[in-house]
C-alpha cells in the first residue's frame, strides 16, 4: 500500500495570528510539525500544501517538500486533495500543521487502518482520546466526538456531547485530534463537495463528510498530542519541549 503524508499549512488564523511561524525551541511550528512526521518513517512521501510563499521558504530551507496550492481553499482537506489528485498513492495521512509533537505510534495506528481494510470499506479514519477534566470537556477548543458502537462517528462538535442531563448515566468524553486518514477517491470526492449548514455552523470540516454520508472509522489513543490553537497553547509547547 503507498501511503503519503500532507501537511496542509495555511499562514492566518484568527486564535492565533501566523501561528504556524511562530518560534518553537528555534524551529517554527511548521517545520517541527514537518519534522515529526518525516522521522516516523511510515510514509512513501511527506508533503506540505501551502498557498504561503513564507511557509514554502522555511520548508524548503529545512529540505522539506512543498506543493504551493494555486487555489484558494476553504478547508484543510480540499487543499490537500489538490495536492494528491496527481500522485499515485492508494491512502492519504492529513496531519495538521499546528500539531508539532504528533506522535509515531499514533500514526502507526493510523495507517494500518487501511492497511487491515483488504475489503476496503474505510473511506475515512480519525483518532479521538478520552477527555476527562471538565474545563477540558467544556472547552470549545477541544472538539468533541460520539461514536456508535463500531466506533464510526455519529457527530462533531465544540460543545459537550453527549449532553449529561440531571439524572442521566455517566458517560464518556471523546477529543477529536484533527490527523485524518483518507482513501484518495473518498478524498477527492470530498473536494467536489459543497460545504453544508452543519459544517458552516460548527466550522468543522469533518462535518462535511457526514452531512453526505460517509463514515468515519475513529481510533482511540491515548497518546495526547499539543495542538497549537492559541497564545496559551504555544506556552505550552514551549514547556513541554523543554521538558523533554
Known sequence: MKCIAVIPARLESTRLPRKLLQDLGGEAVIVRTYRAVKATGLFDRVLVATDSEEIADVIK?????????????????????????NLDSDAVINIQGDEPFVDATLLKQLVSVFENDADKTVDVASVMTRLTEQSA????????????????????????????????????????????????????????????????????????????????????????????????????????????
Open 61 to 85: 530551507a529545512a529540505g522539506g517538500t512543498v506543493f504551493m496550492s494555486l487555489k484558494a481553499h476553504e478547508s484543510g482537506s480540499d487543499r490537500i486533495a489538490e495536492a494528491v489528485q
Open 137 to 244: 470537556i467544556e472547552n470549545p477548543n477541544h472538539v468533541k466526538v460520539v461514536v456508535d458502537s463500531k466506533q464510526h462517528a455519529l457527530y462533531f462538535s465544540r460543545l459537550p456531547i453527549p449532553y449529561l442531563r440531571e439524572g442521566g448515566e455517566k458517560t464518556t468524553y471523546f477529543k477529536h485530534i484533527g490527523v485524518y486518514g483518507f482513501r484518495k477517491n473518498a478524498l477527492l470526492s470530498f473536494a467536489t463537495l459543497p460545504a453544508g449548514i452543519l459544517e458552516n455552523s460548527e466550522k468543522l470540516e469533518q462535518l462535511r463528510y457526514l452531512e453526505n454520508g460517509f463514515r468515519i472509522k475513529m481510533v482511540e489513543t491515548e497518546q495526547q498530542s499539543i495542538g497549537i490553537d492559541t497564545a496559551a497553547d504555544l506556552e505550552l509547547a514551549r514547556t513541554y519541549l523543554k521538558n523533554h
